[in-house]
């Protein structure tokens, strides 16, 4: 009879340790989860600033290109002109 007394006394105290793992096991898990939920938050928000800072960096681009192209029609204009009043000015 003791040594049943003793064995359920054992399955008690092993029950409440695992209990208490479990417990330990989802408190973990729960910041594991606030963690994951706070990166997931950091990556999108790095992702927004990303995105925006490309659009940025596009349009500077397309407007460098843009003046560039400009500035070569220009200067081929002024060179024709300079040879159209060269050959005038020769004739």
């Given amino acids: 009879m003791r040594e049943l007394e003793d064995g359920r006394g054992l399955l008690i105290a092993a029950k409440?340790?695992?209990?208490?793992?479990?417990?330990?096991?989802?408190?973990?898990?729960?910041?594991?989860?606030?963690?994951?939920?706070?990166?997931?938050?950091?990556?999108?928000?790095?992702?927004?600033?990303?995105?925006?800072e490309n659009a940025a960096l596009q349009e500077k681009l397309v407007q460098h290109i843009l003046k560039s192209y400009s500035y070569s029609v220009l200067g081929r204009q002024k060179s024709t002109t300079k040879t159209v009043l060269n050959n005038t000015n020769e004739s």
């Fill in 16 to 52: 409440l340790e695992l209990k208490g793992r479990c417990e330990e096991l989802e408190a973990t898990a729960a910041r594991a989860q606030q963690e994951v939920e706070a990166a997931r938050a950091h990556s999108s928000q790095q992702l927004e600033t990303l995105t925006q």
